[in-house]
């Protein structure tokens, strides 16, 4: 009897380049991820920054951190999005029919995730240096700016892919990324959280989104991170264990 061999990182990597092929494709998607967040980082540096206080640096410094949680956040909505449409069209089903990996449909949009965001993170940080954004971090500092990036990319990919493999309706699909946009309004990526009410206060200092702010804050400038960076950490892995297993659950159930 013969046994057809599948080869699950040839076939992780023929699904990323399916994927990065739709997202090129599709302007909107492209506006979306990326415009926006360059849009808001332009309204509140030259628009808000002058009544910000945040100290005596730069509110473009203080500012980044956040614009790049919240461009992330926006990118993984478009991965529910893909993976939903993927299922109703019933693509994954067509996969399980031809020599391919099971896992590869899954971690291809995964990946997709992490280079498109990644692209993303790289054009908003281009931008802000032509703002005025500049950071004291070395080459280690900045390495780990992009493994906690990288981590929280993950995280919410993850989450991103349960509601896009569990959703009923595309709108539904896509509606669980509004949230993550906003959780960083309520943190330290705008303002101080000493600035804020105290309910608001006790909200917004431990939330995960601060302490990952905090975190790449002070390693692009150069700051001590103290105990931050491992909460942020924490939180991360946290969050990307509990969603992967999960999200393999969902994959396994509804594909």
């Known amino acids: 009897m013969n046994v057809t061999r599948t080869h699950p990182f040839s ?41 910000m206080q945040v100290g005596n640096g730069r509110y473009v410094d203080y500012l980044l951190p956040g614009i790049l949680l919240i461009a992330i956040a926006n990118g993984v909505g478009y991965t529910a999005y893909r993976l939903f ?14 020599p391919v990996a099971r896992s590869a449909g ?8 992490l280079v498109s965001n990644a692209i993303t993170v790289v054009v908003i940080v281009l931008v802000a240096l032509l703002m005025g954004f500049r950071s ?15 981590l929280f990319t993950l995280a919410l990919t ?18 669980f990324s509004y949230p993550l946009v906003f959780l960083p309004f309520i943190s330290s990526a705008f303002v101080p959280t000493e600035t804020m009410p105290s309910v608001v206060r006790a909200f917004a200092q431990y939330q995960p989104v601060t302490s990952i702010v905090n975190s790449v804050r002070a390693l692009l400038s150069g700051n001590p991170v103290g105990s931050e960076l491992w909460i942020a950490l924490a939180w991360c892995l946290g969050i990307m264990i509990v969603a992967y297993l999960f999200a393999v659950r969902a994959y396994q159930k509804n594909t």
């Open 158 to 175: 993850w989450l991103a892919a349960i509601a896009g493999l569990s959703a009923k309706s595309m709108d539904g699909a896509i509606a």
């Open 136 to 150: 004291s971090a070395g080459a280690l500092g900045w390495l780990a700016v992009a493994g906690i990036l990288i």
């Open 11 to 51: 076939d992780m990597f023929v699904m990323l380049g399916r994927s990065m092929r739709h997202i090129f494709r599709s302007m909107d998607t492209i506006i979306t991820v990326a415009v926006m967040p360059i849009a808001m980082m332009l309204l509140f540096v030259y628009v808000f920054g002058g009544a």
């Open 85 to 98: 449409l993927d299922k109703q069209r019933g693509i994954f089903e067509r996969f399980r029919s031809m």
């Open 106 to 113: 899954l971690w291809g949009h995964v990946l997709s995730s």
